[in-house]
């Protein structure tokens, strides 16, 4: 039997091999690319997804899939809880996600009660890739907040930002330190470095996550994570997701 009629011997799972038409969930919903690529639509946009790599969707998004020959692809649900910082959450080669995968396809759970487990797996992974790793509280000052808000998704100057909203830095700056613990600077600092880590948590590498978070340079963000860890930048620069992890496990 050829490969295209291999694919067709379990009906059910024929969705694996041969991508499938618009349709959304009601709940957010994960696809991970075990071999070859996948070509999607997803709310109207092409996305092209290589092995290894993941599309993590909000609920009530509009998507298709289309798998060339030898391509596979797997899309579980995932709990209700579990949604995606915004509605389409492109993640790249994330080996705890890639594990749990591979066990899924062995596995080849089929009943709620098998498949649960997994679920809860998944989504234990997926919320570590946005757990913070430098805590940054909201202030509760609407003006305060509306400008914290701004700080983490513009490069806008505390002076434009105040300006903004017809107040003076000085009176933010007292707003963050009273209500957050944090002078503005470090404030911002952590929200950035936040969005870094979550983008290398993603499989993304330094660079990219530089540009992400708001860094000209891969090393502006090195050094921006060495002061803000106490970590040597040379250590943060092999491998800054096991630096940091290993200094959480001795704390």
Known sequence: MTPKQLCRVVPENTIRFLGHDTHEHDVPHLIHVVTGTAELVVDGGPITLSARHNLWLAPHVPHSMRLPEGGMALGPMLSPGSSPPQRVHRLGVVPELTRVMMTVLGAAPATADQVRPFRDALDAVLGG????????????????????????????????????????????????????????????????????????????GLS?????????????????LSRESGLPESLLAEDPLVALDATSAAA
Not at 209 to 224: C, E, K, P, V, W
């Open 129 to 204: 890739l946005l757990r913070p790793r430098f805590p940054v509280a909201l202030p509760e000052h609407p003006v305060a907040r509306a400008i914290a808000r701004e700080t983490a998704r513009s490069d806008a100057t505390l002076e434009e930002l105040a300006r903004r909203h017809h107040t003076s830095v000085r009176h933010v700056q007292r707003l963050f330190v009273e209500q957050t613990g944090l002078v503005y600077t470090r404030w911002r600092t952590r929200v950035r470095l936040n969005t870094a880590i979550e983008r290398l948590k993603a499989g993304y």
């Open 208 to 224: 990219e996550a530089a540009r992400a978070s708001g860094y000209s340079t891969r090393s502006g963000l090195l050094r921006a």
